[in-house]
Structure formats: structure tokens, C-alpha cells
């Protein structure tokens, strides 16, 4: 079993930086760890993945070139480096984990576990 906890998130002017943290604790190793997030209303959509080993890491369109992942196996923590934050970046985002590689997905029904949730509010 995973537990995951996220922090980092805050509110931020358009333009700005954040780094979201997810600390995994339990069954950490082969593991698929992605970020989701769910703006206001909306269905929850992916983000990032990466390998709890390295690699397979994949981008959502909407983040590519903005949003950076990594991972620190020393700390059992999973980044989420957001640069050039827009308002449409204002969602709840949540750090997930499957047992497994990632190949690409970013569908939240394919991850076991799950976060609470950290916020993130972007101003124009």
C-alpha cells in the first residue's frame, strides 16, 4: 500500500512559479507517479507521469514546456516544478500512484492510489 501527501500548492499571479511536492510513503518502488488536477467544475484530468524508477515521463498538452516532473528516491518525493503559471492552471492537484510503468497513461481511473490534494490559484 501507497500513501501519498502533497504540498507546495498557494496562490500565485499569472506568470509565476510554484513547486508542488507529493511524499510517498509504503510500497514505493515500481511505481507509476503522476500529477492530476481538477479546476473548478471540471473533470480531473492528467498532468505528468514519471517512473518511480526513471523515465516514462509523459506531459499533458496543455503543460508541455511549462511544467516540469521529477523524482527524488532518497526522499521518496515526486515534483511538480510549474513555471509560467496561467489562470487556467487553477485547479486542486493531486499526486497519484500505480504499481507499474507509466506507457504514456494519464487517465485517473488507471491509479490506484491517491493524494487529498494540494490547491493551486492563479490570478490575471
Known amino acids: 500500500k501507497v500513501q501519498l501527501v502533497e504540498s507546495g500548492g498557494g496562490s500565485v499571479q499569472a506568470g509565476g512559479s510554484l513547486r508542488l511536492s507529493c511524499t510517498a510513503s509504503?510500497?514505493?518502488?515500481?511505481?507509476?507517479m503522476a500529477w492530476f488536477r481538477q479546476p473548478p467544475g471540471k473533470e480531473r484530468e492528467g498532468v505528468a507521469t514519471?517512473?518511480?524508477?526513471?523515465?516514462?515521463?509523459y506531459y499533458a498538452d496543455s503543460v508541455k514546456g511549462r511544467f516540469t516532473i521529477s523524482r527524488s528516491n532518497a526522499k521518496n518525493t515526486v515534483y511538480l516544478q510549474m513555471n509560467s503559471l496561467r489562470p487556467e492552471d487553477t485547479a486542486l492537484y493531486y499526486c497519484?500512484?500505480?504499481?507499474?510503468?507509466?506507457?504514456?497513461?494519464?487517465?485517473?481511473?488507471?491509479?490506484?492510489?491517491w493524494g487529498q490534494g494540494t490547491q493551486v490559484t492563479v490570478s490575471s
Open positions: 509504503g510500497v514505493t518502488y515500481n511505481k507509476c
Open positions: 497519484a500512484a500505480v504499481s507499474g510503468l507509466c506507457g504514456g497513461r494519464l487517465n485517473a481511473p488507471y491509479f490506484t492510489y
Open positions: 514519471v517512473y518511480s524508477g526513471g523515465g516514462d515521463i
